[in-house]
């Protein structure tokens, strides 16, 4: 059964950090390239960082960039997001995404919540 399962949302204040969690099961990890997209209310949902399967390849959404880090752990099935700096406009709901071009197969998490407020 495949499962990606993320955690590590939560409430925060403006300037904080967090870091969030995708832990990926029943299907092999390393294959697919990974990325974190971002809905916010009455948004279309929006590309926030994606990584290639082996990590080599990273891309950020302007939004991003200098504040996010986007990475994997391949041995732990698991990727991950560290936000600094965070901002009240990067409240949404961030879900995990992966996705493998070679066989059209890409698999969404449910989504975790992450509120930036004072």
């Known amino acids: 059964q495949v499962q990606l399962v993320e955690s590590g949302g939560g409430l925060v204040h403006p300037g904080g950090s967090l870091r969030l969690s995708c832990a990926a099961s029943g299907f092999t990890f390393s294959s697919y390239a990974m990325s974190w997209y971002r809905q916010a209310p009455g948004k279309q949902r929006e590309l926030v960082a994606r990584?290639?399967?082996?990590?080599?390849?990273?891309n950020y959404a302007e939004s991003a960039k200098g504040r996010f880090t986007i990475s994997r752990d391949n041995a732990k099935n698991t990727g991950y997001l560290q936000m600094n700096s965070l901002k009240p406009e990067d409240t949404a709901v961030y879900y995990c995404?992966?996705?493998?071009?070679?066989?059209?197969?890409?698999?969404w998490g449910q989504g975790t919540q992450v509120t930036v407020s004072s």
């Open positions: 995404n992966v996705k493998r071009v070679a066989i059209i197969r890409e698999y």
């Open positions: 990584i290639s399967s082996t990590g080599g390849n990273i």
